[in-house]
């Protein structure tokens, strides 16, 4: 993994180059801080000369305040070098969270809908807002602190070898037991961050899933039931963490304990090299701050791994996406067409393994024909159009848009194609206008109100407050299911594309509202290979080819008239529909 997150830090590595030397400035400067103290103690106080040439000739008053004077200048550039340190490696973590989450977003913008369709949004969330910034805590709140650490170690270990031999390897007697500790605890402590991860997401994916099916929980009353289960998802996540962080608290106690014994045995022998005539109180003081400041770093590299262990759980769940290949890869040619035809050669897909969707499914859809798909629920009409933008690739045969497998395409290229009115209608919470325009970004006012009205909406949207500026609710909750229809309509209007794909495009308008937007299809459809499903007959009966799938087979295909007269699958729903519509004068009008 960690290949993988040096990939990120490759882009920033002249800011990442400065922030090693303001690491380095760092560690000189805390190297110096008790230097001053020592001047103060072995000389100043005492009156005696200087060993250093610059200072050698200062009287002691002059010392004292060189030395003060030096103490604090000394923490002045360690504060300003602080500050800058801290900018530069938070804008480098924060921009490869940036880079990080741009990646893992598109990622999930192309994987199949197979992936989609599976996965828990409330969990991708977790995913792409939450998991996303490990990188930034395993890059740069873990390698930055170790890397100072370990700078400054190296730098006091010298200098305490040269004040003291003895009192080194003694201060150095606490490390073994201080690795033993990070060995035995690191594996427990990833194991826990990641259970703590995952109870988190779930609190996301509880949160996602009762917001979106908010109108089935308060129809049915379970608004007490989800808020008891929420409330279980909470308490687990906290507890969850509770758990992490009392490990993490316990580790560093334990670390504590065993740098205080180091430390008291350090100031011992060295009180009593003191008393022997062997080491000045000056170079103790040196000696002892040197070594708050070795055991500091030390602790530091241990706070930092557990850290460190749940930094890995997070990047390594954004990795799992990333290294999720998309079940629909990419082709390589473009498609250039103004007239398409599709042809279907024995077809067949499986959503999973010994369960047929569709099987041997062979036609052709000439350039500007209208192509109708009829069938009970579950026939497959759904699977047979998604097959065409490729929201799926076939188990076996082939599509071919102008004689090329659909496979050989861009899917960029090929959806550009395509115009979609999809069940249900999907409607984002912005203005009226940004949703119709969803099709043609930079479509003109002009453009837009004229699809609006070739679908029959323009009347509805000029009631709204804003007309179409009217910001309308999450998932069009704000409209009625007939004017979400219709705006979706209105998107694949505005679209001139050579293939129309039309899933039930007026199942929910009323019959006066339908007559008038099949007047508007005719003209969308003109020129334009389409392919239509439905379940009222008024929309398949001025169709070129109506298909009759059943159980994933065609069973029929033919005009109306030719289907009717035959008295076979598509009749028994033709009589079926009839006969229901004979009961509904009302309906019976739309036929």
């Not at 988190?200 to 049915?220: D, G, L, P, W």
């Not at 990795?319 to 067949?348: C, K, M, W, Y």
Request: proline content about 4%; charged content about 20%; overall charge neutral.
């Amino acid at each position: 993994m960690l290949h993988k997150v040096l990939r990120y830090i490759w882009p920033y590595r002249v800011p990442f180059a400065l922030a090693v030397l303001q690491v380095l400035a760092i560690t000189g400067l805390e190297m110096l801080k008790p230097w001053p103290l020592k001047i103060v103690i072995d000389y100043a106080i005492t009156d005696t000369p200087a060993p250093w040439p610059v200072l050698h000739d200062l009287s002691s008053r002059d010392l004292l305040a060189c030395a003060t004077a030096g103490l604090i200048a000394i923490y002045v550039l360690l504060g300003v070098v602080a500050v800058w340190n801290n900018y530069t490696t938070i804008s480098i973590g924060q921009g490869m969270v940036n880079d990080l989450r741009s990646q893992l977003y598109a990622h999930l913008q192309r994987l199949s809908l197979a992936f989609h369709t599976t996965a828990s949004v409330g969990d991708l969330i977790y995913r792409v807002t939450a998991d996303t910034y490990a990188i930034q805590t395993l890059a740069m709140n873990g390698l930055f602190p170790i890397l100072a650490a370990a700078t400054l170690l190296g730098g006091m270990f010298v200098i305490m070898v040269r004040i003291d031999v003895y009192l080194t390897v003694i201060s150095l007697a606490v490390c073994p037991l201080l690795l033993l500790a990070i060995a035995a605890m690191n594996r427990r402590m990833s194991a826990i961050a990641v259970q703590a991860r995952e109870r988190e997401s779930a609190v996301y994916q509880h949160v996602q899933r009762s917001m979106a099916a908010i109108k089935v929980v308060q129809a049915f009353s379970r608004e007490v039931d989800e808020h008891r289960a929420f409330v279980a998802h909470s308490i687990a996540s906290l507890r969850s963490s509770l758990r992490l962080y009392t490990f993490q608290t316990a580790y560093g106690a334990f670390t504590n304990v065993v740098v205080a014994g180091g430390t008291a045995l350090v100031v011992w022998v060295a009180t009593r090299h003191v008393w022997a005539h062997t080491l000045s109180v000056g170079d103790m003081v040196v000696f002892v701050s040197y070594l708050g400041a070795l055991y500091g770093p030390l602790n530091s590299i241990i706070q930092t791994v557990g850290m460190i262990q749940g930094a890995k759980a997070g990047v390594r769940r954004v990795f799992e996406i990333l290294d999720t290949a998309s079940q629909v890869p990419d082709g390589r040619r473009d498609l250039i067409s103004r007239n398409a035809a599709v042809e279907f050669s024995h077809v067949h897909f499986a959503y999973s393994a010994g369960r047929p969707a569709l099987q041997d499914v062979s036609f052709n859809a000439r350039p500007g024909e209208v192509i109708a798909i009829v069938g009970p629920t579950g026939a497959g009409k759904s699977t047979l159009i998604s097959l065409i933008p490729r929201f799926y690739d076939v188990t076996g045969g082939a599509v071919r848009v102008d004689g090329v497998d659909v496979r050989e395409f861009r899917l960029d290229s090929l959806r550009r194609h395509i115009s979609m009115v999809l069940q249900p209608p999907m409607v984002f919470p912005l203005t009226i206008r940004e949703n119709i325009a969803y099709s043609v970004p930079g479509a003109s006012h002009a453009e837009v109100e004229r699809a609006a009205r070739l679908a029959q909406a323009d009347a509805f949207i000029r009631r709204l407050p804003d007309g179409y500026d009217t910001v309308i609710g999450e998932a069009g909750v704000t409209l009625s299911e007939g004017e979400r229809q219709r705006l979706t309509i209105a998107r694949a209007l505005l679209r001139n594309t050579p293939i129309l794909i039309l899933d039930e495009p007026t199942s929910s308008l009323d019959a006066t509202t339908e007559a008038a937007i099949l007047e508007s299809l005719d003209t969308l459809m003109s020129g334009r290979t389409t392919f239509v499903i439905a379940h009222r007959l008024s929309t398949v009966r001025r169709a070129d080819v109506i298909l009759v799938l059943q159980d994933g087979r065609i069973v029929e295909q033919g005009k109306f008239d030719e289907l009717v007269a035959r008295r076979g699958a598509f009749y028994e729903l033709y009589a079926h529909q009839f006969g229901i519509e004979e009961q509904s004068p009302a309906r019976a009008s739309r036929v």
